[in-house]
């Protein structure tokens, strides 16, 4: 399967009501599994890390944690974070979308200009939602599978589309968070620097940053999540640049471009 990632171009009373209310629920039925609340973990900070959404492939000894596409299986002992393109849509894929793909005054539908993929419309909170519901499946399909993190692709679509905005964004990334927090999945936000402090409209939990030492901005990323911050570099020079910086609280890897397998053409893998 194809992914896309971004080698980017530049271009209160009732909240504590129902909080007294789950606590004595919760001791009502603390004796029922069921009714605990599931337990989020995120990604252990500073960890080895490798980026496998384009094929899995057995680890490198050093790696703790790993991501890898909704079709594929977590790896055994290991942190697993589950890809999934929430935003748009895989190329060729856009038959299994019907009216949920963005369409423009004109009735075509709108694509990516980087990445040949068809946007999503999530401009109202009736197609959120039902964006929503096929994405969750797929985050179902992660949790049954014992990943224990979703990685959903392509926030920053607002980005590059005045037809989508931050607003629809964030909205729509929350109706995935709540779902993934529900299944026991910790979530995290793809690239989308500026959104790193608004994590209480988001509902995100870690960071994965791509290119953030190339673009001078992986402390954007910790300004909202701290050491959980995941960044992904494809080229030596700035894989240096970030190791040197942020190396000793960052998990940092450098990976060839098509996230190829060992053995592939241009297959690169290296962290701090």
């Not at 793809?190 to 959104?195: A, D």
């Amino acid at each position: 399967m194809s992914h896309t990632h971004r080698v980017r171009s530049r271009k209160p009373a009732v909240v504590a009501a129902s909080l007294t209310c789950a606590v004595v629920g919760a001791l009502l039925v603390s004796s029922s599994a069921d009714a605990a609340a599931p337990v989020v973990e995120l990604p252990p900070a500073n960890a080895a890390f490798d980026y496998q959404i384009g094929q899995a492939y057995t680890p490198a000894a050093d790696v703790r944690v790993v991501s890898r596409d909704h079709t594929a299986s977590p790896a055994a002992g290991l942190y697993n974070i589950c890809y999934v393109n929430a935003f748009q849509a895989q190329p060729g894929a856009e038959d299994e979308w019907g009216d949920l793909l963005l369409r423009d005054a004109a009735g075509d539908v709108v694509y990516d200009p980087d990445w040949d993929e068809a946007f999503l419309d999530i401009r109202t909170d009736t197609k959120r939602r039902q964006v929503a519901a096929k994405v969750n499946s797929w985050v179902d399909n992660c949790a049954d599978k014992g990943f224990d993190a979703v990685e959903p692709d392509n926030l920053d679509s607002f980005t590059r589309t005045d037809l989508i905005s931050e607003a629809n964004a964030k909205a729509f990334v929350k109706l995935l968070a709540d779902h993934a927090h529900a299944k026991g999945l910790a979530i995290g936000q793809k690239n989308t620097p500026q959104l790193s402090t608004e994590r209480s409209a988001t509902g995100l939990d870690f960071a994965v940053a791509e290119e953030c030492g190339e673009w001078k901005e992986c402390g954007d990323y910790t300004e909202g999540f701290g050491d959980n911050v995941i960044v992904i570099e494809y080229k030596q020079k700035y894989f240096d640049e970030t190791c040197a910086k942020w190396g000793s609280r960052l998990s940092v890897v450098l990976r060839d471009v098509l996230v190829t397998a060992p053995g592939g053409n241009g297959y690169v893998r290296k962290a701090c």
